[in-house]
C-alpha cells in the first residue's frame, strides 16, 4: 500500500521562527506536489517538484525533493501570521496517473 | 478566466436520497477527478478519468457514480449505498503530461440531514 507521510500534523509557531514540515512516500516517484488549504476552502498549488534536487522558493517558502530518500521538505523562513493553513503534499508515481495525499500539517503562526 | 467551478457549495441529502454534484472545467484538460475530505484527513480518489467516456474508480468509489460525456464536465453522483457521505468533495483537473499538477475546484460540502 502506498503511503504518504507528513509530520508533524500540528505546528505551532511564533513569528519570526524557522521550521520545516516533512513529507515521506514509499514509491518511486519523481513528482511531488505541495498545496495550501484555508479553512473551509479548496487546495491552492505551492509548489512542483519534478527532479530528484528539485528545489523552489516562493517568499517565506521554500520546497525540496530527494527522491533517492523518497522525501520531501517545505521550509518555512521567518514566519508571518498569513501562513497559518493546511500544507498538503501529493506524490504521484512514476507508473501511475493520481496523486496520493499526505494527512496535512496544520500550521498556525502566533503573532 | 479559465477554471473549475464547482456547485452547489453547500449541499444537504435526505437518507435514501442521491444526489448529483456538478464539476465544469474550460481549461481543456484531459483528465478529471474527485476527491473526498474528511474533516482533519487528508484527500481521497473517488473516481478519476483520464478521456472522454472513460472513467475508473479510485481508492473509495463504493457507493458512487460518475459520468464523462463530455471532455469539460464530471459530474459525481452520492447514491443512497454511500452510508456516510457526509464530507467536502473536491473536482481537480490536470493537462496530459506529466509536468503539471492539479487545479481544484472550490469544493461541495454535503451533509447529511
Known amino acids: 500500500e502506498l503511503k504518504v507521510e507528513q509530520n508533524p500534523l500540528f505546528l505551532s509557531m511564533q513569528e519570526g521562527k524557522n521550521y520545516t514540515i516533512y513529507c515521506n512516500y514509499s514509491t518511486t516517484s519523481d513528482r511531488l506536489y505541495w498545496y495550501r488549504q484555508d479553512p473551509g476552502k479548496s487546495l491552492e498549488s505551492l509548489f512542483v517538484l519534478l527532479s530528484n534536487g528539485a528545489v523552489k522558493q516562493e517568499g517565506r517558502l521554500m520546497a525540496s525533493l530527494d527522491t533517492k530518500a523518497r522525501l520531501s521538505t517545505l521550509h518555512i523562513t521567518a514566519a508571518v501570521h498569513d501562513l497559518s493553513a493546511t500544507y498538503f503534499c501529493?506524490?504521484?508515481?512514476?507508473?501511475?496517473?493520481?496523486?496520493?495525499f499526505g494527512t496535512g500539517t496544520s500550521l498556525t503562526v502566533i503573532p | 478566466d479559465g477554471g473549475i467551478t464547482q456547485s452547489p457549495k453547500y449541499l444537504f441529502r435526505k437518507e435514501g436520497q442521491n444526489v448529483t454534484l456538478s464539476c465544469e472545467q474550460n481549461l481543456n484538460h484531459d483528465a478529471m477527478y474527485w476527491y473526498r475530505q474528511d474533516p482533519g484527513q487528508g484527500l481521497r480518489l473517488i473516481y478519476y478519468?483520464?478521456?472522454?467516456?472513460?472513467?475508473q474508480k479510485g481508492d473509495i468509489a463504493e457507493g458512487y457514480s460518475v459520468s464523462r460525456e463530455k471532455k469539460e464536465s464530471f459530474p459525481l453522483t452520492v447514491t443512497s449505498a454511500q452510508k456516510n457521505p457526509t464530507a467536502f468533495y473536491l473536482c481537480?483537473?490536470?493537462?496530459?503530461?506529466?509536468?503539471?499538477?492539479?487545479?481544484f475546484g472550490s469544493g461541495t460540502r454535503l451533509t447529511v440531514v
Open positions: 501529493a506524490v504521484e508515481p512514476n507508473t501511475g496517473n493520481q496523486f496520493y
Open positions: 478519468s483520464q478521456i472522454v467516456n472513460d472513467f
Open positions: 481537480a483537473s490536470k493537462p496530459a503530461g506529466v509536468l503539471y499538477g492539479y487545479t
